[in-house]
């Protein structure tokens, strides 16, 4: 086994292993603060994370890229450049934040919007000065520190914000949280390599690679943020801040092997195959669908069994306040497939330096979420919505299959076995489910 490849394992361990401690914590606490706070409080933060991240990603240069897929990545006028950059941008989203709440306030006719939005600007400025080290860590393929390390901030942020939850249940306890996190992070991050320091530094050529590079990071990032965060602004208007409170927490449960999936893409998948980027594109695509089948399989017998239990798993350990999320969570777990067949291949693009592609497809979910869901809900209720969430990664899926042609990279034939085995292990799984008495997982609105 190439030292490359055994990195790549063992950084696929270490990422699978942190993000189903992380789930696991983040589900703790979700059920201790659900008890303690009132849904309403997830809508809330849930229109305003999502404002927050949509300026973030509006602009994205792509920093954290650059550093893991640019040869200088790791000498220090590059990374120092890149750092500078990184702390600038973070003002800059604070600084936008600042000039919408007014209107986002006004629009959503809620005051508490006056000051949620600006300490969340608050978390963009401090994480803007995140040290590098970080990216350096995916840069390597060395995720076992960095796995330790995020899970050491999860665990502070929620014990922040249990407490403050206990102490004062109020919608403060959530804002607190992320505040505390952005801290904890920010002060951890420059002790996670000895004798690694970030100072200010402007190289003229460093900052030239970076933008080249990230100009089209920009595009696709930003289309992106319209593509995965238009329904939490879209339902912010359809539903009430209560019923958006509840697909919070529907949604949460069965994102997690799209979160998964996603960590593995960013962390292992993208490094990995920019270190073979300039290979024959033959032998990349041999090598890339090798491992790939072994992770869509895996997560074809996931996300079955999620979507089997899921349901019950709601409807065991969340009150009746948060009973409509039975139904919904199945349906939006069945979508993350087309995630999972996504974000396995989604990478190859990127690394070999054509990240336009992830912005056409992003424009077209965007697009198809845009027009889809509010029609869908006028049309069906709550249920159409649903399910045009559930399916809108399909338009961004068709387009990364058609770059992935261009470029020699096709997946389609791996994808199609994939998904036929996911389809009947999930029909062996509801039908196991239903002789056993528990019904369907939809049952609630059948």
């Not at 249990?162 to 991050?189: M, N, Q, R």
């Not at 349901?311 to 306040?321: C, E, G, P, V």
């Not at 845009?370 to 919505?385: E, R, V």
């Amino acid at each position: 086994m190439t030292s490359l490849k055994k990195l790549a394992y063992r950084g696929a361990f270490w990422t699978i292993a942190g993000l189903g401690t992380s789930q696991v914590i983040r589900f703790g606490n979700n059920l201790i603060l659900t008890r303690l706070l009132v849904p309403e409080y997830y809508g809330l933060m849930a229109i305003v994370n999502t404002l927050r991240m949509g300026i973030e990603l509006f602009s994205d240069i792509g920093i954290a890229q650059s550093i893991v897929n640019n040869p200088s990545g790791d000498e220090p006028s590059f990374r120092n450049t890149a750092w500078t950059l990184q702390i600038i941008r973070g003002f800059l989203v604070c600084f936008a934040l600042l000039l919408i709440t007014v209107p986002v306030a006004r629009i959503y006719d809620d005051s508490r919007l006056l000051w949620l939005i600006p300490i969340m600007g608050l978390c963009s400025a401090i994480d803007g000065f995140n040290s590098t080290a970080i990216h350096t860590f995916q840069r390597r393929l060395d995720l076992g520190k960095l796995t330790r390390f995020d899970l050491t901030i999860l665990i502070l942020a929620v014990l922040t914000m249990i407490t403050w939850a206990y102490l004062s249940p109020s919608i403060w306890a959530l804002a607190i949280g992320v505040v505390a996190a952005a801290l904890y992070k920010v002060i951890g991050s420059h002790w996670l390599i000895p004798g690694y320091n970030n100072r200010f530094a402007w190289n003229q050529h460093a900052l030239r690679e970076i933008i080249s590079f990230g100009r089209l990071i920009f595009v696709a990032t930003a289309l992106m943020f319209m593509a995965d965060q238009a329904d939490r602004l879209i339902l912010g208007k359809l539903f009430t801040f209560e019923t958006l409170g509840v697909y919070s927490i529907a949604y949460g449960l069965a994102n997690i092997p799209r979160e998964t999936i996603k960590k593995l893409s960013h962390r292992v998948i993208f490094p990995a195959i920019s270190n073979q980027a300039d290979i024959p594109r033959s032998t990349l695509r041999n090598k890339i669908l090798r491992q790939r089948k072994v992770i869509i399989l895996g997560f074809a017998v996931c996300i079955a069994a999620l979507v089997t239990v899921g349901d019950l798993i709601i409807a065991t350990l969340y009150d009746k306040r948060y009973s409509e999320a039975t139904w919904m969570m199945p349906i939006l777990c069945c979508g993350i497939w087309l995630s999972v067949l996504f974000y396995t291949i989604s990478p190859a693009l990127l690394a070999i330096k054509k990240p336009l592609y992830s912005a056409q497809g992003n424009l077209a979910r965007f697009v198809t979420i845009g027009i889809g869901l509010p029609l869908a809900f006028y049309s069906f209720g709550s249920i159409g919505a649903i399910i045009a969430i559930a399916i809108g990664d399909l338009p961004l899926y068709i387009v990364n299959l058609w770059g992935l042609r261009r470029e020699k990279l096709s997946c389609i034939s791996q994808d199609i076995q994939g998904t036929a085995f996911f389809l009947v292990l999930l029909t062996l799984f509801l039908l196991i489910r239903y002789s056993l008495g528990f019904g369907l997982p939809i049952q609630a609105i059948l």
